[in-house]
C-alpha cells in the first residue's frame, strides 16, 4: 500500500489556539500551499512535556515529510527532538534570535514597533504606554519589551514603569484587565497605547469605552499582526501587519523543498512589516 505523503503542523494542545486568528490565519495559508500537492496535513497537539509521549516517539509514528511548528518555545522538548532527527525538515515560525541555525520563517519586532512609536510621536503622543504578553515563553514579546524602550530613548520619551502592563496572556480579557487596572491606579494615564498584538488591544479598546476615555483623542491603542477584527473594532484598530497567510505558505514551500532536496537546511526568510492606519491613532 502506497503510504500517503504528510506535512505536519504541531501546536499547543490548547483550546486557545482556535480562538486565535493570529494562528488560524497562518493555517489558511499552510492549506492554501499544499491544496495543489500530494501532501496532506497532520495536525499535531502537543501536551505539556510532563504529560506527553516523548517527541521522538511521536514523530516517528507520524511518518511526516515535514513539520511546522507554530509553538516551538512552548514545547522545548519537542523541539530538541525533532532538531535531533535529522530526515525530518522542520519549520518554525517566529521567535527569532539571531544566530539562531533552525530553518525559520519570521517577522523581526523591531521594524514594527518602531513604526508603532514613529506615528505615535508624530501624532504628539509624549507617554507612550504599553501592554506586554508574558515574556517566559516568547522571544517575540521580550524583543518588543526591549525595542518599546530602545525606541522611546531614540525618540526623547522616558520609559514609565508605571504605564506598562503585563497580561497574563494573549487574548482581549487580559488587554481588558490591564488597560482597566492602568486607569484607576496610575496617577497620570498614557496619551498612547502599544499592544503585543491586536486581541490584547481589542480588550484595551472596550476598557476605554467603558471607562469613558475617548480614543484616539484620549488615549490612541496600536495593535500588532493586523487580524480580519480589527476592521470592524470601535474605533477601527491601527496595528502592524504581519503577512501571516504568506509566512504560512512560505513555511510549506520551505518543508517541501527540504524534502525533496531542493535546498539545504538552516535557511531563515524574513518578511517586511507595515503600518496600517486606521482610526484608533
Known amino acids: 500500500m502506497k503510504r500517503i505523503k504528510k506535512i505536519g503542523v504541531l501546536t499547543a494542545f490548547n483550546p486557545e489556539v482556535f480562538r486565535s486568528e493570529y494562528l488560524t490565519r497562518v493555517l489558511a495559508g499552510v492549506i492554501e500551499a499544499l491544496r495543489e500537492t500530494p501532501y496532506q496535513l497532520q ?3 502537543a501536551k505539556d512535556p510532563a504529560h506527553a509521549e516523548g517527541a521522538a516517539t511521536l514523530l516517528e509514528h507520524e511518518h511526516l515529510s515535514g513539520l511546522l511548528v507554530l509553538s516551538w518555545r512552548l514545547h522545548q ?9 535529522a530526515k525530518l525538515p522542520v519549520v518554525y515560525l517566529n521567535d527569532y534570535e539571531p544566530g539562531v541555525k533552525a530553518n525559520m520563517v519570521y517577522c523581526r519586532s523591531k521594524m514594527g514597533i518602531y513604526l508603532a512609536v514613529k506615528h505615535l510621536v508624530k501624532r504628539g503622543a509624549k507617554r ?6 508574558p515574556g517566559a515563553d516568547s522571544l517575540d514579546a521580550q524583543e518588543r519589551f526591549r525595542v518599546y524602550q530602545e525606541a522611546l530613548c531614540e525618540n526623547n520619551l522616558n520609559f514609565d514603569e508605571s504605564i506598562v502592563r503585563t497580561c497574563a ?3 482581549p480579557q487580559d488587554g481588558y484587565a490591564q488597560t482597566m487596572d492602568m486607569l484607576k491606579n496610575t496617577a497620570q494615564s498614557p496619551d498612547a497605547l502599544l499592544c503585543f498584538n491586536d486581541d490584547i488591544a481589542f480588550g484595551a479598546l472596550k476598557a476605554l469605552r467603558d471607562s469613558g476615555v475617548e480614543c484616539p483623542k484620549r488615549i490612541a491603542v496600536i495593535g500588532y499582526d493586523d ?7 470601535s474605533p477601527a484598530l491601527t496595528t ?6 504568506t509566512m504560512g505558505a512560505e513555511m510549506v514551500h520551505m518543508a517541501l523543498d527540504l524534502s525533496e532536496n531542493k535546498m539545504s537546511g ?3 526568510r524574513e518578511f517586511p512589516q507595515e503600518l496600517i492606519l486606521r482610526d484608533s491613532a
Open 43 to 45: 495536525m499535531i497537539f
Open 77 to 85: 522538548c519537542y523541539r530538541e527532538d525533532a532538531d535531533k532527527n
Open 128 to 133: 507612550i504606554g504599553m501592554l506586554r504578553a
Open 169 to 171: 496572556y494573549f487574548f
Open 227 to 233: 487580524i480580519e477584527k480589527g476592521k470592524y473594532a
Open 240 to 245: 502592524i501587519r504581519q503577512p501571516l497567510e
Open 266 to 268: 538552516g535557511v531563515q
